[in-house]
């Protein structure tokens, strides 16, 4: 079931996410709404507090248009380690019509468990090293606009009021 999507500034998205302690058939069912919500969007990632569940569960799909799907599902992740800089365009499905570059750690190294409690190891770099810290972050209840500069989020604020206003983005 594809779910409606949270956009800013709903406080919901603001919320921190507490950690999965079970995962069950209600795991797997909010799951699959994650990755058909994500797909239908589209977008390269979706968490949980973005459909207003918050639960530490995010989805992640990197592949290109023309590679086969490749889903990962990150439950309680958590970055083990950290290195390099990078500085690329983000956008986010909660902040429609919007994208800045933020600063973020080239290469990370994510612990999380899967569908099946397995745990897993991904050793990211590139769009998939940006995707786990900004699904991460919004298990935090952060937005990549918090990552910007002061002068650039006020910039952002009257960009996005005025798209509210003009009914580009409906909150
Ligand atoms: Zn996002």
Known sequence: MIRKILTYP???L???????AVINEKTQELVR??????YDAPGVGLAAPQI??????????VSGRDEKP?????INPAIVHSEGESYD???????????????????????A??????????????????AFQHEIDHLDGILFIDH???LKREMFQKKYRRMLQEGQVTA
């Open 52 to 61: 207003g569940v918050h639960q530490r569960i995010a989805v992640i799909d």
């Open 10 to 12: 709903d406080p919901e």
């Open 148 to 150: 910007l500069s002061n």
């Open 89 to 111: 365009e983000e956008g986010c499905l909660s902040v429609p019509n919007y994208a800045a570059n933020v600063r973020r750690h080239a290469k990370v190294v994510v612990k």
């Open 14 to 20: 603001k919320k921190k996410s507490l950690p999965v």
């Open 113 to 130: 468990l899967n569908l099946e409690g397995e745990e897993v190891t991904y050793n990211a770099e590139g769009l998939l090293a940006i």
């Open 33 to 38: 709404d994650m990755v058909e919500t994500m």
């Open 70 to 74: 490749e889903i990962i599902v990150a």
